[in-house]
């Protein structure tokens, strides 16, 4: 079994100091990724249906880096749904030195990406040639991972940290910094 990796660029921050979370989708539906090395991959509505309803254990990481845990399934402070944009996650983020620099990396939008690891389980994709193009069409994955990255494969995801004082009283600091992730 060969498992893969693909990035995306939603991610937000939330909660509080004292619970914070990160909030976002891992995978986008119908957005191209960047050129993979001579592909360009699209995940389909539904290929994450199947293996959402199993009880797989899919981790939250930094950097695909098995040692740095943000959250599990199992343990409930990994949330995995898919909605009609695409893979949705929140993530209760743990009080450790690495969540605590990586919220601050989010805050400040040097890390926006979000990313999932998987494996494609038979008839689980689909290729063709489209003009000079080939593309691989995710239509069924069974997920492993998702993770927080600052270099994604899909550039329509993002990821940003937000707080119960940047939604209902920011400050002029926190109003500009919520403008520019408001654009990106």
Request: aromatic fraction near 6%; glycine fraction near 8%; charged fraction near 30%.
């Amino acid at each position: 079994m060969t498992i893969e990796r693909r990035c995306a660029i939603e991610l937000r921050a939330g909660g509080d100091k004292k619970s914070p979370r990160l909030v976002g989708h891992a995978a986008i539906f119908n957005s191209p990724s960047q050129d993979l090395g001579g592909f360009t991959e699209i995940v389909l509505p539904g290929a994450f249906t199947r293996t959402l309803k199993t009880d797989r254990d899919p981790l939250a990481l930094v950097q695909h880096m098995p040692q740095l845990v943000l959250g599990r399934r199992s343990a409930g402070t990994l949330k995995l749904s898919e909605d009609s944009k695409g893979l949705a996650f929140e993530i209760d983020v743990p009080d450790t030195t690495t969540a605590r620099d990586l919220i601050v990396s989010v805050e400040r939008g040097d890390v926006r990406g979000a990313s999932f690891a998987f494996s494609t389980p038979a008839g689980g994709d689909r290729w063709e040639v489209r003009g000079d193009k080939v593309i691989r069409e995710l239509i069924d994955v069974d997920l492993h991972e998702i993770t927080i990255t600052a270099q994604p494969a899909y550039l329509d995801t993002s990821v940003a940290r937000r707080s119960y004082e940047l939604k209902f009283a920011p400050t002029p600091r926190l109003r500009a910094v919520r403008r520019f992730l408001e654009t990106v």
